[in-house]
């Protein structure tokens, strides 16, 4: 990725008020790259990887940090989400369905659903989220 | 209210009509704190039957919707359950995408 393409690059701390601090750039960042990026769902694979990261990667250690790399390209967004915590291992938890009671595990089934594509790396502490959309002018 | 439960050993008053949440913000991870404490009291204070009024909130997260799921599932023990109103076009379809709407009553706005 060279440094022109990268439109928003952030590194935030492990809290929930870092997150909704993020999301509000996000939405002023998303008017201006990529208008037609459908909102509600951008957003929501935004912060179902922040909130991984914060709850689950960082522990809530103030001494780690979360990396976010917005790119806006042609048509389609890019996020991606690094975090200093130990990962997770993702392979398990790629098809798992929660239970209509459950009141956990569903950030991954949103991902699979909402993003046009998903990347982890080995280790489970970096995700790539990408999400189509179309351009105003386009015909 | 005739009806009396008891909860705890002290006898409360069982709320039949249902007790109304309006969200005043969207329900994600960094507002769930205070709207579960919240909750938690009135299902202590003898809430069986609770809807919660989404006109309020844009977004709803997998953190919100566990929220969602842990209090109909208090209210469900004590015979009751949760409805939700007034959910956007892009919050019904995450809750039917996520099979919600097959777990406690949802309408939408």
């Known amino acids: 990725m060279s440094s022109r393409d990268i439109d928003l690059r952030m590194e935030l701390p492990p809290t929930l008020d870092a997150i909704e601090k993020f999301c509000a750039e ?74 209509p009671e459950d009141t956990h595990g569903r950030g991954i089934e949103i991902f699979r659903r909402y993003a046009n594509a998903v990347r982890f790396n080995p280790k489970g502490n970096s995700v790539t989220l990408v999400k189509r959309f179309q351009r105003v002018n386009e015909i | 209210m005739n009806d009396e439960m008891v909860s705890q050993g002290v006898a409360t008053p069982e709320k ?71 959910a956007s076009k892009d919050v019904m379809e995450l809750f039917r995408t996520m099979r919600i709407h097959q777990h406690f009553t949802v309408s939408g706005s």
């Open chain 2, 16 to 86: 039949v009509r249902p007790e109304v949440v309006r969200l005043e913000g969207d329900l994600v991870a960094a507002g769930l704190p205070a709207l579960r404490s919240k909750l938690k009291e009135m299902v202590a204070a003898g809430v069986h039957h609770l809807t919660i009024d989404m006109a309020g909130a844009h977004l709803v997260d997998s953190a919100g919707i566990g929220l969602l799921i842990s209090a109909h599932n208090s209210l469900k023990k004590a015979g009751g359950g949760l409805t939700v109103i007034h």
């Open chain 1, 26 to 99: 996000f939405q002023l960042w998303r008017q201006g790259a990529c208008a037609n990026l459908d909102s509600f769902s951008s957003e929501l694979l935004l912060r179902e990887a922040l909130t991984n990261s914060v709850v689950h990667g960082c522990s809530g250690d103030p001494g780690k940090r979360i990396s976010c790399v917005l790119r806006a390209k042609r048509d389609r967004v890019v996020i991606a989400i690094r975090d200093e915590g130990a990962g997770f291992d993702w392979r398990a938890a790629w098809d798992r369905q929660a239970e």
